[in-house]
């Protein structure tokens, strides 16, 4: 067949693909395929459309396949970065990038992507050689300088992240994000601070509302520093009705959700089976305090802590062959019914093994996995739950004025972040009956005030040998790649006022509907 018609397929492909015709794409993305077997674009084409179609094994298969061609191609090397990433298969999205080596030739902004997806899978020292190299290339860059300020951000050296972020500013100072990163990199103080300037950018016309998030919450945080409370209040305000103007949320879909955890049965299918490798999950609300709990079993040398992981959301996308919205949805539940619930297990370690290096324990500290534990206590007998526990009002105002990428659309409305909190608690409630002895609750309150004491009735539970070490901060070189990277890294903290204290009036209706619980 000619070029001619090979790209004519391709065309009619693209077409149907367009009109969600799906079936039709498929079959003509396979006839190109028989016609130049091994075409890593073919292959990519084919993981999108069996994605849009509904079929997540088929769809990672061809991503997949495509990785193995083993192509160079700049093009399909920039492709398979986030097929591979949405598959959750690191190692081969890490081959990718070694693929584009040398560093000093891939242009600025295929180092940007390539970094952003290193440090969206938990790589931030990978992630940082890349934006090194295009800091190099143009040291005045500011998408560049703000995303190094991220990932240095992540890896604690907030020296050099106040240097990047402060130098892109006085480049691109229209750009939000930069005056957001640099207002949580220190507490402000009265005679150093950006309050004018954050006040002048929202002012800036024609803002979007993702804009106006970014510097609202930006001045919420630097005001609320300055000890300026009902002004930080009404920007904290500000940045919430903005960013939730841009979110798809519905209390009553999400009390149906749980509904539908609760009501879960699992197949009968062979059980699981115990393995030397133990997980340990620390689940919860955000900001409960999960990862200052992780931070501390990483000092035990037998432990090693990963940070947020969606590789078990992964493995039931696989077992469920269906890829769900965020950490689950409905539609998951429902069909994980039918599901092998201990091969979803298998794939979950086999997925996490890379990053071992001979440890017995791991921690998987992606608060949100309280969702999935009615499929992790059975996928993984042998893994240990252990469930934050902080004050509800202290849990939901720390929500509150935390400004999240997409995740938790719940948490920016006072009503909405209470009813989602009941509705966590009467989840966790039902897992405690569902597997009892299984998870282990931890106070938040408790852990900053008998650090040692709670840690060894942590380790006890976990099957651990309590180690000083897990209270030795100083030394801990790894990345926090969380909303806490800045907290964790100032050790433990016992507040004798909580921070919500001078927001107390304003928090009372949502402080009501928490009581009623």
């Known amino acids: 067949m000619s070029q001619d018609s090979y790209d004519a397929l391709l065309a009619r492909a693209e077409q149907a693909a367009s009109q969600r015709q799906f079936a039709e794409a498929i079959t003509l993305y396979e006839q190109a395929l028989a016609l130049r077997p091994g075409d890593a674009q073919t292959l990519l084409q084919l993981s999108y459309v069996h994605s849009l179609s509904g079929r997540y094994r088929r769809a990672r298969r061809y991503a997949m396949d495509a990785w193995a061609t083993g192509t160079h191609s700049p093009k399909a090397l920039m492709e398979l970065l986030p097929r591979l990433r949405t598959f959750n298969e690191i ?10 080596m040398p560093v000093s030739r891939m242009s600025i902004p295929v180092l940007l992507k390539a970094a952003a997806h290193l440090s969206y899978a938990n790589l931030p020292d990978e992630a940082i050689g890349l934006l090194d190299e295009a800091r190099r290339a143009d ?32 480049r691109a100072p229209e750009i939000a994000q930069g005056w957001w990163l640099q207002a949580f990199l220190r507490r402000q103080q009265a005679g150093s601070h950006h309050v004018n300037s954050i006040n002048a950018e929202l002012h800036r016309p024609n803002r979007r509302p993702e804009d106006i998030a970014l510097l609202a919450f930006a001045l919420h945080k630097e005001l609320d520093d300055l000890g300026r409370p009902e002004e930080a209040w009404n920007a904290l305000m500000l940045g919430c009705r903005a960013k939730r103007s841009t979110l798809s949320y519905s209390t009553a879909e999400t009390s149906a959700l749980f509904d539908e955890l609760i009501a879960f049965s699992p197949a ?25 709990l992780e931070q501390m079993l990483d000092g035990a040398p037998d432990v090693r802590g990963i940070g947020e992981l969606y590789d078990f959301t992964s493995a039931m996308r696989d077992a469920t062959d269906y890829h769900c919205r965020g950490v689950v949805d409905i539609h998951l539940v429902r069909r994980a019914a039918s599901a092998d619930l ?7 370690l086999q997925g996490i093994a890379w990053r071992l290096n001979g ?46 990428s997409d995740a938790n659309p719940y948490s920016y409305d006072l009503s909405e972040l209470a009813a989602y909190h009941q509705q966590y608690q009467r989840l966790m409630e039902h897992w405690h009956r569902r597997f009892p002895g299984r998870i282990m609750d931890v106070d ?22 309590y180690d000083p070490r897990m209270l030795q901060f ?34 009372q209706p949502m402080a009501s509907a928490l009581a009623r619980h």
């Not at 190692?91 to 584009?100: I, K």
């Not at 560049?144 to 240095?152: H, K, M, N, P, S």
């Not at 990277?485 to 050790?491: H, I, L, N």
């Open 444 to 465: 938040y309150a408790r852990l900053v005030r008998e650090p040692e004491k709670v840690l060894r009735e942590v380790c006890e539970f976990c099957g651990l040998s």
């Open 474 to 507: 100083d030394a801990r070189k790894r990345g926090v790649v969380t909303a806490s990277a800045v907290q964790v890294r100032e050790g433990i903290q016992a507040r004798e006022t909580p921070k919500w204290a001078p927001y107390a009036a304003m928090l």
């Open 139 to 170: 040291p005045d860059y500011p998408p560049t300088l703000l995303a190094r300020t991220q990932v240095l951000t992540y890896l604690g050296r907030f020296r050099e992240a106040e240097q990047d972020v402060s130098h892109a500013l006085k």
């Open 91 to 100: 190692p081969a999205m890490r081959d990718c990038v070694q693929r584009m």
């Open 359 to 404: 440890e017995q324990f791991f921690t998987d500290k992606l608060p949100s996995n309280f969702l999935n534990l009615g499929f992790i206590a059975p996928a993984l007998p042998q893994a240990k739950i252990l469930h934050m526990v902080r004050d509800p009002v202290e849990t939901c105002f720390s929500n509150l004025r935390e400004l999240f």
């Open 268 to 292: 009968d299918h062979p059980p699981a089976r115990r393995t030397d490798t133990v997980p340990i999950f620390i689940v919860g609300m955000h900001r409960s305090g999960t990862t200052l």
């Open 342 to 348: 201990a091969a979803a297990g298998r794939r979950y």
